[in-house]
């Protein structure tokens, strides 16, 4: 369905940090930035709504979402459950180059390129859970690093240094799924996001 194909250019648009959180979408803006009717703008909207990405304020029209505690607390439960199957039972053919995504972030994080850290942050938790081959899985963390990406943009100006942060632990967890010591990559792994998660409720 287009609508869907809609939905899925606005939910990369919001992973690529292109709407604040709060924002207002104008229908018209949007209908002319991914070429589709409003009809089918407002399709597109009502599945973002049931994803948490928008919301739909009555006599004032559509919003990004804006992430609070609730918010937090629900989407870091999510990504513990996917992020943890991937790391015990998923397929990583190339492990090598999970490694190598994950330090790659050490010459950004010199260079002070936060957007470039958030980015690869984001594929190598994707490449966690593509690992599974499910792709019901896979548009579940789509859903995911957009409400990622919203919840980040918030939290930023308290810990603009939360990216970095995780990079040593992602190639430690990296390494781990490389060796083969999935176990011991799943408490990295869970360790990591809970790490993020009380850094982060506390600032919203």
Not at 24 to 51: D, G, I, M, P, Y
Not at 59 to 86: C, Q, S, W
Request: with cysteine.
């Amino acid at each position: 369905m287009l609508s869907q194909s809609v939905a899925s250019a606005i939910r990369d648009a919001i992973s690529a940090g292109d709407y604040q959180p709060g924002q207002q979408l104008s229908e018209v803006k949007a209908a002319e930035r991914f070429e589709c009717s409003r009809n089918t703008l407002r399709e597109a909207f009502t599945e973002l709504t049931a994803e948490r990405l928008v919301e739909r304020i009555p006599n004032r029209g559509v919003f990004i979402a804006t992430p609070d505690t609730d918010y937090v607390k629900d989407l870091y439960l999510a990504r513990m459950a996917l992020e943890h199957a991937g790391v015990l039972w998923g397929d990583f053919p190339a492990a090598d180059r999970l490694i190598e995504l994950a330090a790659s972030a050490r010459r950004f994080a010199e260079s002070g390129d936060a957007q470039a850290v958030s980015s690869i942050n984001q594929r190598f938790h994707r490449a966690l859970v593509a690992s599974l081959g499910s792709e019901t899985l896979d548009e579940q963390m789509s859903s995911l690093l957009a409400r990622m990406r919203l919840t980040f943009l918030l939290a930023l100006p308290h810990l603009p240094d939360i990216h970095n942060e995780h990079i040593e632990n992602n190639v430690r967890l990296a390494t781990l799924i490389a060796a083969g010591q999935r176990e011991e990559a799943a408490t990295v792994s869970r360790d990591s996001l809970l790490k993020a998660y009380n850094s982060i409720r506390f600032v919203l």
